[in-house]
T-cell receptor
Framework: QQQVKQSPQSLIVQKGGISIINCAYENTAFDYFPWYQQFPGKGPALLIAIRPDVSEKKEGRFTISFNKSAKQFSLHIMDSQPGDSATYFCAASMGSNYQLIWGAGTKLIIKP | DAGVIQSPRHEVTEMGQEVTLRCKPISGHNSLFWYRQTMMRGLELLIYFNNNVPIDDSGMPEDRFSAKMPNASFSTLKIQPSEPRDSAVYFC????????????FGPGTRLTVL
């Protein structure tokens, strides 16, 4: 019940296309859902996060869609660029005193 | 701000040796996290400190691993004795207000145990 299941494991998208990464969870107590981006040789960095009181959050080309009833959330990258090539992690938490539960990661490659 | 500082960046050691990894969190952050990342197991939380006190150490693999945070600006992760299966990238991260706040990761320490 503590797991966050992320798919796909890897994804190849043409430049200019839309990249979509999905995550699913079971624990309805989760109330914080961040996405982190990791470039090779670097630590993960927060990209965008959402709380369950909204169904969508957009920051530039990056959008989180949140479906509370389905217990799913997804990251959409519009107009994908080669510089977006990285590993993306979804995560979930029940609150500040609880650890982040991490998805397994998606390696995204944007082909020029 | 310099960000989270980790040292060393790379460590190569032989099986059975003691390894100490160091971390300096961002000033003013009250939470510190140690993670391990491998291809096989992904990103794993080892231990989480809040105000220098360990909150969750359920991810520490076994007694060979220990972590301390003697003050708000320094933490260590020690492996004694080290084993080849400990080879991984170890990340330290800090946040202003707990696990549900933005975690800022350091550059990581790549540990190789021969």
């Amino acid at each position: 019940q503590q797991q966050v299941k992320q798919s796909p494991q890897s994804l190849i998208v043409q430049k200019g296309g839309i990249s979509i990464i999905n995550c699913a969870y079971e624990n309805t107590a989760f109330d914080y859902f961040p996405w982190y981006q990791q470039f090779p040789g670097k630590g993960p960095a927060l990209l965008i996060a959402i709380r369950p009181d909204v169904s969508e959050k957009k920051e530039g080309r990056f959008t989180i869609s949140f479906n509370k009833s389905a217990k799913q959330f997804s990251l959409h990258i519009m107009d994908s660029q080669p510089g977006d090539s990285a590993t993306y992690f979804c995560a979930a938490s029940m609150g500040s005193n609880y650890q982040l539960i991490w998805g397994a990661g998606t390696k995204l490659i944007i082909k020029p | 701000d310099a960000g989270v500082i980790q040292s060393p960046r790379h460590e190569v050691t032989e099986m059975g040796q003691e390894v100490t990894l160091r971390c300096k969190p961002i000033s003013g952050h009250n939470s510190l996290f140690w993670y391990r990342q491998t291809m096989m197991r992904g990103l794993e939380l080892l231990i989480y400190f809040n105000n220098n006190v360990p909150i969750d150490d359920s991810g520490m693999p076994e007694d060979r691993f220990s972590a301390k945070m003697p003050n708000a600006s320094f933490s260590t992760l020690k492996i004694q004795p080290s084993e080849p299966r400990d080879s991984a990238v170890y990340f330290c991260a800090s946040s202003f207000a707990g696990a549900a706040d933005t975690q800022y990761f350091g550059p990581g320490t790549r540990l190789t145990v021969l």
